[in-house]
């Protein structure tokens, strides 16, 4: 059986202790040199993801919008990477906005939708560099995502 990964990213974990996490749940088939780099970093950055359900009472959250808030789980600078939970409430709409790196949305709880798709929980929804796109929350339930930011948002 594969060990429980961290609760969040900390910071006595390495990169090496998130490797052999991931080594553990990545099948035994798929060689090294299959993954590239970048999927390979953001793999390890995807697997820092809190297990769920999500105790929302445990987090500081920061409202950015109305009825959609942010908590910074994690942020570095210097590799410009941001790890953060995101709560939505029914019919929240991000502001639109473009992205000068990658984004990863991984929806933990409830729905969300943009121009592309629409996303429950263990979806992934991706953004490249110059992307733009409006996420918003569908259904009646709250939605909670994990989401890794490399980059900055660029509002439109």
Known sequence: MTPPL????????????????LSEVVPATLEDAAVDARTR??????AGVPQG?????AYAWEEVSPGLKLHTLFSD???????CLVWGTPGTSSPRHGHSGEE?????EGRLQDERGSYG??????????????EQVVGDVDCVCYVVYYGDLIPV
């Open 6 to 21: 961290p609760d969040a990213p900390s910071p006595d974990l390495t990169d090496q202790d998130y490797e052999q996490a």
């Open 41 to 46: 970093a953001q793999l390890l950055d995807l």
């Open 53 to 57: 359900p999500i105790n929302r009472a």
């Open 77 to 83: 600078a210097a590799k410009n990477v941001k790890k």
């Open 104 to 108: 990863l949305i991984l929806v933990l």
């Open 121 to 134: 929980p263990g979806d992934i929804c991706r953004s490249a560099a110059g992307d733009v796109h409006e």
